[in-house]
């Protein structure tokens, strides 16, 4: 059940890059979002659209040389995760909050047992006895449905299927049981079988300790079964955050409708002999260091007017409950209905 406190609460998070040629530039801008306990939130978005740094600022992952943390509020229980320091973070990051990176192989250590990979989070964050450690980590094998777990634990990575590393990795994110999961593309390479499988074990887990996840995914098929909201990310902003059924019943913002247009429909055969032909996003994700004064989306879409190319649109909440930032969504909701 989902609770009604938000155990995630992002404001106005700004996290910027530096290049030689213009200096210090927005990938993550003025994002803000909440996540409940029990609660899915998808992240969708081309490639290039700031989902991936959006979750590693979540982290403070990303390599302080070239980059910052510019802005906002990241409350995760009664810390400000902006706040803390690298040796603050260290403390919270695991424990509190974890994450699920796209590629199983180049997660895992591969000169080091699957088992001992576990265990080192758990004796990092609770402290207890090598023995207690191994014990847990045996029982965290089981729980993510790893057969022969003692087996398996004294095993290396390249010993195990993509299916079983993605399961360790679960494994090694939810070993201290955290509050917040972020699952990045978490069945990116693996079969449909295997992908289904994976997410029915977060999904699962996410229940039984009732924890929040962030799912990352390009498979809006996966957003439509899985999660409860959706937001819509395109060049480092948002666009659109809505109910699961408000947004596939009809999305407000023109790049989530392009988005929907661009999916398969299986519907489509139906009575056919073959699919129609997909509707194409014409053109690519604006660099993020290149974006002009309007909204980012300007220039791909098809029903802009002088206004879009002239402001950044501040998001509106709809009477249906869906903020939408574009300054045409009033209108484009009313033609709808």
Known sequence: MKSAVPILQVEGLRTEFRNKRNGWFPVVDKVNFHLSAGETLAIVGESGCGKSMLAHSLMQLLPSRISRLAGGIIRLG?????????????????????????????????????????????????????KEARKRSIELLDMVGIPEPMARADQYPFQLSGGMRQRIVIAIALACRPKVLIADEPTTALDVTIQAQVLELIDRLKSEIDMGVILITHDLGVVAEWAQRVMVMYAGRKVEEAEVETFFSGPSHPYSQALLSSVP?????????????????????????????????????????????????PLLTLPSGTSVACIHAEEFAHDRH
């Open 78 to 130: 009664d810390h400000d995760l902006a706040k803390l320091s690298d040796t603050e973070m260290r403390q919270v990051r695991g424990k509190e909050i974890s994450m699920v990176f796209q590629e199983p192989m180049t997660s895992l250590n591969p000169l080091m047992k699957v088992g001992r990979q576990i265990e080192e989070s758990i004796l990092e964050h609770d402290h207890c006895s090598a």
């Open 265 to 313: 429909r299986p519907d489509a055969l139906i009575g056919e002999a073959k699919m129609s032909q997909l509707t194409e996003i014409p053109g690519t994700v604006p660099p993020m260091d290149q974006l002009g004064p309007g909204c980012a989306f300007a220039h791909r879409c098809s029903r802009r007017t002088e206004g879009c190319l002239a402001v950044i649109p």
